[in-house]
């Protein structure tokens, strides 16, 4: 499978750009081991997989999608890749927005990632890498991150199925941070129960990571074709209206018809604070930035552009390596975190942030299981919204609720519109993955 890979990245990542750096040695020599029984053990030992290049991994540059970690080689891997194990037959490293702020890939320094459905649009963000590289046939599967939607919002306008498991579910140690509140890894791949399966190989507590949960990891296969039988599915009311492309609507309202016809008892449910999901979002994440980022000065890590001083080194190394959306985002938090301030921005968006737990908890003892669109419209042109950060943002107004309230969520292809892929978007209650494994298989 390894050759096979690489030979598909050959072949087509001229076009789609899925890669920051691709490792096509590593991913044959791990191979080889696995052949040799050295390492098959495991369902999902030699399928060969795209990383997101947020993941720290040894000796292999990991650069963020930035210019400020041009040439830096983490000394150790992440857990996640760690707890799939030593053989990991990574056949690169994939594209993002810089330090995944982003929902279209093109904030990244090492150029845009084009969606292989159309390569004159985007493949979402910000694991646009990720996705393209699975859609593509250039890994049989990959891992993301979703800091607000960054896995599910790329699966679906590339076609595939994109996980974001329970914040805590899986570690995050050696994930380079941007929020850490909302940080999870998450499963890309093509089906459900690949997507069950990479859970299953990445999840787990870690004593490295002291917001990962020490929750038994159940078998994410077990339930997976049990159906949806008496299920209660809730449609979300708030995310079938207004901005939702009606053609991404319809596809949704199929999808929900389906369940139905298959058994589930279908309704609608409200989450009257979603609509503050987008602002308090944009608040709580750039803060985290303001200090997650401080971190990269010259001194550590990659680039570092040399200056009289070491103050003036910091400045010259910041405004050379990071891009716009980075800079914009690290202005928008310290301003939010500012004396006088704080209280008007930060402590007014945690306060929404609960509101929104609240609306989901009331819901969940209603329904099992939620229903909205994954992201308001199918992959857009390439270009069409980069002079807007608004518009962009306005990508995540599906996905940053949930992201808020910490809770699982797939994104599963329900149909088309346009002629390219809608990602329906199923949503369900802290660790209960399973559940929501189910209901997706039963979607796709
Ligand atoms: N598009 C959102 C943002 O730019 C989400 C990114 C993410 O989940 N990493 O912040």
């Not at 598909?8 to 750096?21: C, H, K, P, Q, Y």
């Not at 939702?244 to 999808?255: A, F, H, L, Q, S």
Request: net charge negative.
């Amino acid at each position: 499978a390894a050759e096979v890979a690489n030979a598909r990245v050959e072949e087509v990542e001229g076009e789609v750009n899925a890669f920051v750096t691709t490792t096509p040695e590593i991913a044959l020599d791990r191979a080889a081991r696995v052949d040799e029984g050295d390492g098959a053990k495991k369902p999902w030992d030699g399928v060969p997989m795209a990383v997101k290049d947020v993941l720290s991994t040894r000796g292999v540059r990991t650069t963020c999608g930035s210019k400020i970690l041009e040439g830096f080689e983490p000394l150790y891997d992440a857990s996640a890749l760690l707890n799939y194990g030593e053989d990991l037959v990574m056949v690169g490293k994939a594209n993002m927005d810089e330090f995944a702020m982003g929902s279209s890939t093109e904030n990244s320094a090492y150029g845009v990632t084009r969606n292989p459905w159309d390569l004159g649009r985007v493949p979402g963000g910000s694991s646009g890498g990720s996705a393209a590289a699975v859609a593509a046939g250039e890994g049989w599967w990959a891992l993301g991150t979703d800091t607000g939607g960054s896995v599910r919002q790329p699966a679906a306008l590339c076609g595939i199925v994109g996980l974001k498991p329970t914040y805590g579910r899986v570690s995050r140690y050696g994930l380079i941070a941007f929020a850490s509140s909302l940080d999870q890894i998450g499963p890309m791949t093509r089906d459900v129960r690949d997507s069950a399966l990479l859970l299953q190989a990445i999840a787990g507590h870690d004593p490295k990571d002291s917001t990962s949960a020490n929750v038994e990891v159940p078998d994410y296969l077990s339930e997976l074709e049990g159906g949806v039988s008496g299920l209660r599915v809730g449609v979300v009311t708030e995310l079938m209206g207004e901005g939702i492309d009606p053609g991404v609507r319809e596809v949704v309202e199929r999808t929900v018809k389906g369940l139905e016809g298959a058994g589930a008892e279908v309704g609608e449910v409200s989450l009257p604070h979603s609509r503050y999901g987008l602002p308090a979002y944009y608040i709580v994440a750039p803060a985290e930035v303001s200090s997650n980022l401080a971190r990269f000065d010259g001194v550590r890590y990659g680039l570092r552009v040399p200056a009289g001083g070491v103050h003036e080194m910091y400045r010259q190394t910041r405004e050379e390596g990071f891009g716009d959306e980075v800079k914009r985002r690290i202005m928008l938090g310290t301003y939010a975190l500012s004396s006088g301030y704080y209280d008007a921005y930060y402590a007014q968006a945690q306060k929404v942030r609960t509101k929104i737990i609240e609306d989901f908890r009331a819901a969940f003892s209603r329904y099992d299981v939620l229903v909205s669109p994954t992201s308001p419209s199918v992959a857009f042109e390439i270009g069409s919204k980069t002079g807007d950060p608004l518009a962009m943002y306005a990508q995540d107004i599906c996905a940053v609720p949930v992201s808020l309230a910490g809770l699982p969520a797939i994104s599963v292809p329900g149909g088309l519109s346009e002629g390219l892929p809608v990602g329906v978007q199923l949503i369900s209650d802290h660790f209960t993955e399973p559940m929501l494994l189910r209901a997706a298989r039963a979607v796709e």
